[in-house]
């Protein structure tokens, strides 16, 4: 079964950037679709990119917000995945997760692993 495990997040000042990453473990993910997703304070889980196993992207809901500063690359070689943060703000302090779908396309109903979830703070 498929684990993931994020890295990467911390403390930030504005205008600054944050490489996560998600490592698999376990199983191979280059049949699965791997995706970002972050949760405000007091709101549930909300999509932001995804890349399905062929390697199309797809723009999540929260996109719009993140839209030029935010990039997701995957590397199947090494099994781990990124969300590359340029130009943060304050209103993406979140938790960051990680995800993937087994049925390798990107469908935010569709992720079945999820890793535990990482902290960014974006404050100077």
């Known amino acids: 079964q498929l684990r993931l495990v994020e890295s990467g997040g911390g403390l930030v000042r504005p205008g600054g950037s944050l490489r996560l990453s998600c490592a698999a473990s376990?199983?191979?993910?280059?049949?699965?679709?791997v995706a970002w997703f972050r949760r405000f304070p007091g709101k549930g889980r909300e999509g932001i990119l995804c890349i399905s196993a062929s390697g199309q992207m797809t723009e999540f809901d929260d996109y719009d917000s993140v839209k030029g500063r935010f990039t997701i690359s995957r590397d199947d070689a090494e099994n781990v995945f990124y969300l590359q943060m340029n130009n943060l703000k304050s209103d993406d302090t979140a938790v960051y997760f990680c995800?993937?779908?087994?049925?390798?396309?990107?469908?935010?109903?569709?992720?079945?692993?999820w890793g535990q979830g990482t902290p960014v703070t974006v404050s100077s």
């Open positions: 995800a993937a779908a087994i049925s390798g396309r990107c469908t935010t109903y569709g992720m079945g692993y």
């Open positions: 376990e199983v191979p993910m280059n049949d699965y679709a």
